[in-house]
């Protein structure tokens, strides 16, 4: 009903065939899950896999910037509990959740909404990540902590690496760097979400925002 409401507002700017398709992609999720995610319900959908291992796909409509942390921290807790074997992958819709076979079925257990101890295992997981290094890459040279030793000249991308790589490795040793410091920033402001993360978080944990498992 509310869909048609919408259609006859001219609220949408979608024609009939994009209508029809969205219509059944809601059906299909609510003949599934019993529950359609929004900004306010949180689907934890589970079922075992060909192998016999657990999948949990968390259906959360937010964007990779806000699921991507959040899938760092998922894979951090389950790390202290299961061992390496919990992975999660994050997108713009979902976060898909691969756990090793249990007796039991896991389930909200997994899904941390402490956001102070999830601000912890991101900042950690973050800061040796492949993305910290790009970035840390980026934000030395805009301080011009790695010159060129010819300016009319430009310098390699694999040298640019590694100076950058010899510098992080030392600058490492001290988190209050401040190019550390604006990497990391950069990394959990500009890159990821985390402040919208942390509203998710807060919103799950005060039972604002509605977590429901379906088998």
């Known amino acids: 009903g509310r869909l048609h409401h919408d259609q006859d507002a001219g609220l949408s ?3 009939e065939n994009a209508w029809t398709n969205l219509r059944a992609h809601i059906r299909e999720q609510a ?5 359609v995610p929004s900004d306010s319900t949180v689907v934890l959908e589970r079922f075992r896999d060909e192998l016999g291992d657990w999948m949990l796909v968390v259906h959360c409509p937010l964007g990779a910037a ?3 942390p959040w899938a760092l921290a998922i894979e951090a807790a389950a790390r202290e509990r299961f061992g390496d074997e919990v992975r999660a992958w994050a997108s713009n819709d979902g976060i898909v959740i691969s756990v090793p076979d249990l007796d039991e079925a896991p389930g909200a257990e997994l899904l941390p ?3 102070e101890s999830v601000r912890e295992w991101v900042t ?3 800061f040796g ?3 910290f290094a790009a970035r840390f890459r980026e934000s030395a040279a805009r301080a011009l902590l790695l010159p060129r030793r010819d300016p009319g000249r430009r310098t390699p991308l694999w040298r640019q690496r590694q100076r950058a790589a010899q510098l992080l490795q030392v600058a490492s040793r001290h988190r209050d760097f401040p190019i550390i410091l604006e990497t990391m920033r950069e ?3 500009d890159v990821f979400d985390l402040a919208s993360l942390t509203e998710l978080l807060d919103g799950l944990a005060s039972r604002r925002i509605h977590l429901v498992v379906s088998d």
Do not use: F, I, W
């Open 113 to 115: 909404t402490d956001a």
């Open 187 to 189: 990394c959990l402001e």
């Open 129 to 131: 990540s492949a993305l």
């Open 66 to 68: 806000v699921l991507t």
């Open 124 to 126: 950690d997981e973050v």
């Open 31 to 35: 003949e599934s899950t019993a529950t």
């Open 13 to 15: 700017g979608l024609d």
